[in-house]
């Protein structure tokens, strides 16, 4: 398994421009999630998925968008980038069954993005 | 609204202690609390899992603790080592929600 993989792992764009993050799972895992990192803050929830079809805010929603077509893949889409989005941004997924229960949390690597 | 917080958000102790990091959260209403360990520039990585009919769980050298009544996590590291060095946060999922909420970490230095 390769776990949880994101791309790409830097990234540098200015003001305006638009991008999507990429974050693919290979465990079959029904709950994902996308976090930023900020130095202090540590780890605020942007968007999470409990399953294909379905998304919902986090903490720190505004500015990003998500999809979640099928169980593999969790993009998150930045509008219009503004400096204050830089920052590094995590991908995680794990299990989730109907009782909202969940297993151990997996995360992956990270994209460092710098607006400028 | 729950709340997850650990204090100290520094730690700095000789090679061979024993040490306790601290997790408190506001609402005792959970399904599990997890905690992980993150290493400069990287990931995290989920070091041990405890489900809210838990007390306890070890693996190795790490033995995390629960007590949902008074709100608190313990993560004890036994016979520190200079490869512990690293940011550990805990993280609960409540039971009223679907987001899993972060404490804001404890940056470990273990000197050799």
């Known amino acids: 398994n390769a776990g949880v993989t994101q791309t790409p792992k830097f990234q540098v764009l200015k003001t305006g421009q638009s991008m999507t993050l990429q974050c693919a799972q290979d465990?079959?895992?029904?709950?994902m999630s996308w976090y930023r990192q900020d130095p202090g803050m540590g780890l605020r929830l942007i968007h999470y998925?409990?399953?294909?079809?379905?998304?919902d805010q986090g903490e720190v929603p505004n500015g990003y968008n998500v999809s979640r077509s099928t169980t593999e893949d969790f993009p998150l889409r930045l509008l219009s980038a503004a400096p204050s989005q830089t920052s590094v941004y995590f991908c995680?997924?794990?299990?989730?069954?109907?009782?909202?229960?969940?297993?151990?949390?997996?995360f992956g690597p990270g994209t460092r993005l710098t607006v400028l | 609204k729950q709340e997850v917080t650990q204090i100290p958000a520094a730690l700095s102790v000789p090679e061979g202690e024993n040490l306790v990091l601290n997790c408190s959260f506001t609402?005792?209403?959970?399904?599990?609390l997890q905690w992980f360990r993150q290493d400069p520039g990287k990931g995290l990585t989920s070091l041990l899992l405890?489900?809210?009919?838990?007390r306890e769980q070890t693996s190795g050298r790490l033995n995390a603790s629960l007590d949902k009544s008074s709100g608190r996590s313990t993560l004890y590291i036994a016979a520190s080592q200079p490869g512990d060095s690293a940011t550990y946060l805990c993280?609960?999922?409540?039971?009223?929600?679907?987001?899993?909420?972060f404490g804001s970490g404890t940056r470990l230095s273990i000197r050799p």
């Open positions: 609402d005792s209403a959970i399904y599990n």
């Open positions: 998925s409990v399953g294909a079809g379905i998304t």
């Open positions: 465990m079959n895992h029904e709950y």
């Open positions: 993280a609960v999922k409540p039971s009223s929600a679907s987001k899993i909420i």
């Open positions: 995680a997924s794990q299990r989730h069954n109907s009782g909202g229960n969940t297993d151990t949390q997996y």
């Open positions: 405890i489900q809210s009919s838990q």
